[in-house]
């Protein structure tokens, strides 16, 4: 893509300036979320949505056609790292461990999307299980969790939300392609 | 170090599919040296910038149907993939809370 105010060329997957005067720069990710609407509309009744035309008509059939096509990519501890997308679907509360830094995959198989977060709580490591469709459990405290928002819902932990971390669904080939040195997460 | 530039973006190539958003900062990163873009559109696609939105209410968005959903300093926003998925709609330039965002396809 391009800016209309430089005419910088950018890397709309890097976010990064690729050639013009704002070459180097970086633009900073949001957290986000891929979820169906009504889970949204439940999590946030004030939202609003873009409201242009559809151009297409129900793209989550695309994901299932092929799952092993996607993966969700992200960075931590200095590099970028891939989960496979159909390795989420039949694990989808997957904790591993980068550099000394817990985290939790969780994957919504009905919105196709996977989400991260940090298992740190405040200096203590939690485990994580799957109870039943969207909800899991921590070892320590057996309070339940939301795996789309990563927040305590029931038990000793409630109101209290796993930290998230930025990342995103990808082609797997456009993620290898722009992040060569990419490593794919053991399951 | 991050600077306060607002920046509208329109496509010019086709590249793989994501789902990201992005604040429109800018900060230093690493070298770009390598870039060889493979496909660059002889017309450039028109920006989207100020899009039309509406309140959950009014929305005509069914309840199964995929949404990126991204909050920002407190307010929320919903952009249905099934409006994102031509060409044309690849960029969304926006602005919530009070920050210029991209939702990029």
């Known amino acids: 893509m391009s800016d209309l105010e430089t005419d910088t060329e950018w890397s709309h997957l890097l976010g990064r300036g690729m050639d013009g005067a704002l070459k180097g720069k970086t633009l900073t990710p949001l957290i986000s979320d891929m979820v169906t609407w009504d889970v949204w509309k439940r999590e946030y009744p004030e939202t609003t949505a873009l409201n242009m035309s559809q151009t297409s008509k129900n793209y989550s059939r695309e994901f299932y056609r092929e799952p092993t096509q996607f993966v969700f990519g992200f960075k931590a501890i200095g590099k970028p790292w891939s989960l496979a997308m159909d390795q989420m679907l039949k ?96 399951f | 170090m991050t600077d306060k530039l607002m920046t509208n973006f329109r496509l010019i190539a086709f590249g793989g599919l994501a789902m990201i958003l992005l604040a429109i900062t800018h900060s230093a990163f690493g070298q770009v040296d390598d870039y060889q873009p493979k496909t660059v559109l002889r017309k450039p696609i028109r920006a989207i910038t100020d899009p039309p939105t509406t309140s959950a209410h009014t929305a005509e968005i069914g309840d199964n149907e995929l949404v990126i959903g991204v909050e920002v300093n407190g307010q929320s926003r919903a952009y249905p993939i099934n409006q994102l998925t031509g060409p044309s709609r690849e960029i969304i330039n926006d602005e919530l809370g009070g920050t210029a965002i991209a939702a990029t396809w």
Request: proline share 4%; net charge negative.
């Open chain 1, 91 to 186: 694990r989808p509360v997957h904790q591993f461990e980068l550099g000394d830094e817990p985290l939790l995959a969780t994957f919504d198989e009905r919105g196709t999307v996977t989400h991260l977060f940090s298992r740190d709580i405040g200096g203590q490591t939690l485990d994580f299980e799957q109870v039943d469709g969207l909800t899991m459990k921590d070892h320590q405290t057996s309070s339940h969790w939301s795996m789309i928002t990563g927040s305590a819902t029931a038990g000793a932990m409630k109101g209290i939300r796993l930290t998230p971390h930025v990342g995103i669904m990808s082609y797997r080939k456009a993620w290898k392609n722009f992040h060569p040195d990419s490593s794919d997460i053991a």
